[in-house]
């Protein structure tokens, strides 16, 4: 059984993907799939690159080399922010808007038409088993994958596996105290601070440059 899930679900996205790709050539030829995809990560918001790379799963480098051809390609727009000037944002030209227009009109047409001849008791009762198996697949994810430590809470225990963001940012964070493979239990998170015991030493940092601290729950 799980082998014909795992063979459904891999066959759809190829196909649907590769759909989205042959439309996406005879519509706006001069993007890939995936710059597609990041104008959609980004959305109607203006957010920052941080945002960016953890929505969409990939490098801070990967993330700005992308970021530079859709500014080159006037579908995106870069700002640094006012009060912090490591923080930058970046968010969707009017050419970048209609983009993303057409790809949401394009994926609620292909799943209107897929999904037609199906009665809506099974739809309804397949979102229904889907949420739960995305549940279950964030849970395992969580466990595997590094995480900002904002997505943890008070009483978490946790090891840092990365440090994002600038060299300034980092050099930062490591004269504090956080390097990689320190351990880190929360005492206390709000607005602004978050307050740690940081290998046995309590530190204290805003959530602007927290959010950089990329760790594992547990990872004793």
Same mark, same amino acid.
């Given at each position: ?36 995809h990041i104008i959609e990560a980004i ?30 390609? #006037? ?69 595997? #994958? ?75």
């Amino acid at each position: 059984m799980y082998e014909k899930i795992e063979s459904l679900l891999d066959n759809f996205y190829k196909t649907y993907y590769k759909i989205e790709e042959i439309n996406l050539n005879q519509v706006i030829k001069c993007l890939t799939t995936s710059e597609l995809h990041i104008i959609e990560a980004i959305g109607e918001n203006e957010i920052t690159m941080n945002e960016l790379s953890d929505k969409i799963g990939i490098t801070m480098g990967t993330a700005s080399v992308a970021v530079n051809k859709l500014t080159e390609k #006037q579908f995106l727009e870069r700002s640094r922010s006012n009060t912090d000037r490591r923080k930058v944002f970046v968010k969707l030209t009017p050419k970048g808007e209609v983009a993303l227009n057409y790809h949401g009109n394009f994926h609620s047409t292909i799943l209107e038409k897929i999904t037609d001849d199906i009665p809506k008791e099974k739809l309804d009762t397949f979102v229904e088993v889907f949420e739960t198996i995305m549940k279950n697949l964030e849970k395992v994810k969580k466990d595997i #994958q590094p995480e900002t430590i904002l997505n943890f809470e008070k009483g978490d225990l946790v090891q840092v596996s990365s440090i994002k963001g600038s060299t300034a940012i980092r050099k930062y964070l490591n004269e504090k105290g956080v390097v990689i493979k320190s351990l880190i239990k929360i005492l206390n998170i709000d607005k602004y601070l978050i307050n740690m015991i940081v290998d046995g030493d309590e530190k204290i940092l805003n959530i602007e440059d927290a959010e950089n601290i990329m760790v594992r729950k547990n990872a004793l």
